[in-house]
């Protein structure tokens, strides 16, 4: 069950999740609203949020409403719950996500990235509309926010009136200034666009990335990661070699979008790459999702330990299938012999 799975301990299980429910659609509402207003844990919640706002059907934002209503929400749900707002603040509906979103913005007892995630939410708005809430939080006493006034607060404006022209013209044309401007109009039209425009995107988005200082590039890859599950997502390899070359060359984690989107399509060409940065891995989260991600194509690959790329993989780094075969992975495959 996909619901259940956005309850699982490994992120790749979870995104994995996200993605195929957001694909179900309109059929998966009710089930995502209902976790998404349980006492269940923090993640999973915020899981089912971010698929109810990938989805954007208006049902969910009477439940997202309802979380920020609370003012002791968890921050990771509330913020989740803000990604929701934020889709219908344009719409019939809009004046109560625009209320909801200005109070927890203004809200300087609430956690600063439930703040932050507010005002964001809010970023959709005409800056005409925003300018009251801009003056009044100009002079908070929190840095972050007062930052995030400085620079605009309004830095999705442009995103989400036209998602699927924001990807054509940056597969045509330029990319946007700002990454996550393009990352929303993915999440919002990418089930939508001709597969060859996404793969544009993430080619384009891939040069953009080396390009930019190294503080930048985290935010592209963020973008370029949510091409590819948006590729993915549609059983599309178009870009499985930026997948793998991608995680080949990592020195460090990646999102866990690239994870997820290998999880979905990833074939055996990328087991070495996996297994390659799974052997340099020091960070313990990074190694387990890759195990995880390993563990996923290898069950839905049907491979054994006798294919020629995972015997190469135990010629290569001596006993690295045993460690990434076994572990403690949610839905991990049963072992081949």
Request: with cysteine.
């Amino acid at each position: 069950m996909l619901v259940a799975d956005l309850s699982a301990g490994s992120a790749v299980t979870r995104e994995a999740a996200v993605a195929r429910l957001t694909v179900i659609g309109a059929r998966a509402v009710e089930r995502l609203i209902a976790l998404a207003v349980a006492p269940a844990e923090a993640t999973a919640r915020a899981a089912a949020f971010r698929a109810l706002e990938a989805i954007a059907d208006p049902r969910a934002l009477s439940a997202a409403l309802q979380v920020l209503d609370e003012a002791d929400a968890d921050a990771k749900v509330a913020i989740a719950a803000a990604g929701v707002a934020h889709v219908f603040v344009r719409g019939a509906k809009g004046a109560f996500a625009v209320d909801r979103l200005t109070a927890v913005a203004l809200d300087r007892a609430r956690p600063e990235p439930v703040r932050l995630a507010a005002l964001r939410a809010l970023g959709d708005l005409e800056h005409s509309s925003l300018a009251p809430l801009l003056t009044s939080l100009a002079e908070d006493p929190n840095a972050a926010v007062r930052a995030e006034v400085r620079a605009g607060g309004n830095r999705g404006s442009e995103a989400t009136a036209d998602p699927a022209g924001i990807l054509t013209r940056a597969a045509e044309e330029e990319l946007p200034a700002d990454p996550d401007v393009l990352r929303r109009a993915i999440v919002h039209a990418g089930n939508a666009v001709a597969l060859p425009l996404l793969l544009r995107i993430v080619e384009r988005v891939r040069e953009r990335e080396a390009q930019e200082p190294a503080a930048r590039r985290p935010a592209w890859a963020t973008t370029r990661a949510a091409a590819h599950l948006a590729l993915a997502n549609r059983g599309s390899r178009l870009a499985v070699y930026d997948l793998r070359e991608s995680i080949d060359a990592a020195t460090a984690p990646l999102p866990v979008e690239f994870l997820a989107a290998l999880a979905l399509i990833g074939d055996a060409s990328c087991l070495e790459a996996i297994a390659g940065a799974h052997a340099r891995a020091r960070d313990r989260w990074w190694r387990e999702h890759l195990a995880d991600a390993f563990r996923a194509v290898v069950a839905r690959e049907k491979l054994t330990r006798r294919h020629a790329a995972v015997r190469k993989i135990e010629k290569k780094w001596k006993g690295a299938v045993d460690e990434l075969w076994s572990g403690g992975a949610t839905n991990r495959p049963t072992r081949p012999t």
